[in-house]
T-cell receptor, first 112, second 115 residues
Framework: KAGVTQTPRYLIKTRGQQVTLSCSPI?????VSWYQQTPGQGLQFLFE???????NKGNFPGRFSGRQFSNSRSEMNVSTLELGDSALYLC???????????FGDGTRLSIL | AQSVTQLDSQVPVFEEAPVELRCNYS??????LFWYVQYPNQGLQLLLK??????LVKGINGFEAEFNKSQTSFHLRKPSVHISDTAEYFC?????????????FGKGTTLSVSS
């Protein structure tokens, strides 16, 4: 069974640009969550989508947005990039609340 | 609001020694508890989880954890570590009352196993 796939693995952008990250969940998983990992703040929850609807949202500015498609694939968009957005962005999929989240290997975003 | 504190940022141990990674959580309600491991340049892998029932939870790779409600702790243990256990370990909680699966993570503990 294929795992969670995130593309691209690495990305370099400059301040002010926008970026879109992609996540393909494990087949059959309808819940997709996004997390930001930085050395200073650690792992922080961004948002969760379930059946194309945002179910939960973390404490991030509106520049961070996401969506989920009918096939459960999800995208995350960050607009007007700032240096502090440099991070590893992790996507996780799950069957449901009592089921474990399965993580992808992440997209490492570097802002110059 | 829930929070997770991992009491040690780094734990160095020798191969075949026992290890305990400490985790305390703050919550006024019942929570689900998890331990994840992250190897360099990889995502997180679930080691074990506590949802309810027996307070001693066994996971993969010989790890186990004990849920202690009175001390709001969920410490991870392994009786004998290997070099390959060198990684970063994260404790996390989620709220059973919420519809979703959002996890709140601790800052992580780096386990370094040397020979």
């Amino acid at each position: 069974k294929a795992g969670v796939t995130q593309t691209p693995r690495y990305l370099i952008k400059t301040r002010g640009q926008q970026v879109t990250l992609s996540c393909s969940p494990i087949s059959g998983h309808r819940s997709v969550s996004w997390y930001q990992q930085t050395p200073g703040q650690g792992l922080q929850f961004l948002f969760e989508y379930f059946s194309e609807t945002q179910r939960n949202k973390g404490n991030f500015p509106g520049r961070f947005s996401g969506r989920q498609f009918s096939n459960s694939r999800s995208e995350m968009n960050v607009s007007t990039l700032e240096l502090g957005d440099s991070a590893l962005y992790l996507c996780a999929s799950s069957l449901g609340q009592r089921q474990p989240q399965h993580f992808g290997d992440g997209t490492r975003l570097s802002i110059l | 609001a829930q929070s997770v504190t991992q009491l040690d940022s780094q734990v160095p141990v020798f191969e075949e020694a026992p290890v305990e990674l400490r985790c305390n959580y703050s919550s006024s309600v019942s929570v689900y508890l998890f331990w994840y491991v992250q190897y360099p340049n990889q995502g997180l892998q679930l080691l074990l989880k506590y949802l309810s029932g027996s307070t001693l939870v066994k996971g993969i790779n010989g790890f186990e954890a004990e849920f202690n409600k009175s001390q709001t702790s969920f410490h991870l243990r392994k009786p004998s570590v290997h070099i390959s256990d060198t990684a970063e370990y994260f404790c996390a909680v989620s709220d059973p009352r919420q519809a979703g699966t959002a996890l709140i993570f601790g800052k992580g503990t780096t386990l370094s196993v040397s020979s």
